[in-house]
């Protein structure tokens, strides 16, 4: 990768100089935190909030092998052996627990 490419792509090309200065490469580049990027000498803030956010959506794009797939439901709700598997409380309607209680629509009726 190209940083001084990405960069300019980015409209940021006068950071290039600060980033080649600073062997900030491929491989540096998905760690570089706001702070960092204040030493290397990018002050403005907006700048800032661009150069993470593309870092971010980087190295989202190119390792989703990364990202952990949830667990099947099976595997969340398994117990360990020797113990029952955890009961799903069943959510309750209001007007089960309240003989009174009276729907929204028959409040503002």
Known sequence: M???????????????AAFRDNEIDETVL????ADDLKELGVTALGH????????????????????AAPA???????APPGRSAPR???????????PGHRSLPEQLA
């Open 48 to 67: 800032r909030r661009k150069l993470l956010d593309a870092i971010g959506s980087d190295a989202s794009a190119k390792a989703p092998s990364a990202v």
């Open 88 to 98: 799903r409380r069943a959510e309750r309607n209001p007007s089960s627990r309240d």
């Open 2 to 16: 190209d940083v001084g490419g990405w960069l300019r792509s980015l409209g940021l090309g006068k950071y290039e």
């Open 72 to 78: 099947p439901e099976s595997q969340i709700l398994a």
């Open 30 to 33: 998905p760690n570089l935190t």
